[in-house]
């Protein structure tokens, strides 16, 4: 297939495609077909709504440390007031995400992670409580959630998750339910952030010098460097989405999560047609 350059610069491009793509290329390409991930596969529903939950609560992690420093005068009753303030329009704001899933079973779901939450062990909230980093950015200069950003020359757009702008610094930070690495930040993470950086390097005419992966099930707020390798990584992976997005059909990721996939019936037809017709 000969690829067309003039077609390559008028597809749009999400960071979010960035992190798709390292998951599996095939993400990306049918998506790009219109067959838009809204499923949810069978037994992670309950893994879905906890991510929801956890992520809302890091938009939320000031209101929450304020009242978990008083709680020897307030009580723990009040902590777990506020966090279900926080989450009590969460069925709302991740309206399109969780379609599909029972209202009763949604409720019973965040009732027994406010619970556990409350209760959670001193380490957790002592993170929370201590942290010197993000946080602390956060509390003096306040931050903008999912600031959205597009850019013509790279035919690129994304909503960073928190945005802290200083003085004279632009910090991108997001967030991420998952596991946490055992030091720095996962490679897709660095990726995510490079992207975020150049798309806000644009907006703002700046230059972006770090940003932060906050891991909020383990409460680890990792710093990290804009390095000029992850900023060209960024940009070859741009470059092959934006052919997937033309039409390619990728090879499969060698961590693709398969048996969790939404696509992965689909993704087996394909590869079987392809087959069928190249003799294969």
């Known amino acids: 297939m000969r690829w067309n350059r003039n077609k390559n610069m008028t597809i749009k491009v ?10 599996c290329p095939r993400l990306v390409y049918f998506s790009a077909k219109g067959h838009e991930q809204h499923g949810i596969a069978k037994g992670k529903e309950r893994s879905l709504i906890e991510s929801i939950l956890l992520k809302e609560l890091a938009f939320n992690l000031q209101t929450i440390r304020g009242v978990e420093d008083e709680k020897v005068e307030s009580g723990e009753d009040d902590v777990k007031r506020a966090i279900e303030d926080i ?9 399109e995400e969780l379609k599909g899933i029972e209202k009763d079973f949604f409720e019973a779901v965040k009732t027994d992670f406010i619970r556990e939450l409350s209760l959670k062990n ?10 010197e980093g993000q946080l602390q950015l956060e509390r003096a200069h306040g931050y903008e959630r999912e600031h959205t950003m597009v850019s013509e020359k ?5 909503s960073v998750d928190k945005l802290i702008i200083t003085g004279g610094e632009f910090i991108p930070c997001v967030i991420k339910t998952g596991k946490c690495p055992e030091y720095s930040v996962w490679k897709s993470d660095r990726v995510q952030l490079a992207a975020y950086a150049m798309l806000i390097e644009e907006e ?21 460097q804009i390095r000029k390798r992850d900023k060209a990584l960024a940009l070859q992976i741009l470059k092959r989405v934006k052919r ?33 017709l190249f003799g294969k």
């Open 154 to 158: 790279l035919s690129m757009s994304g």
């Open 204 to 224: 703002f005419e700046t230059t972006v010098k770090r940003g932060f992966v906050e891991y909020i099930r383990t409460a680890e707020f990792r710093e990290s």
């Open 122 to 131: 001193d380490e957790w909230w002592g993170k929370i409580r201590n942290e």
């Open 87 to 95: 989450l009590n329009g969460v069925e709302w704001i991740y309206k």
């Open 14 to 23: 999400k960071v979010s495609d960035l992190t798709s793509y390292l998951i």
């Open 244 to 276: 997937i997005k033309g039409g390619v059909f990728p090879e499969k990721g060698e961590n693709a999560h398969c048996d969790s996939c939404v696509f992965e019936e689909m993704c087996e037809t394909k590869k079987t047609l392809l087959s069928k």
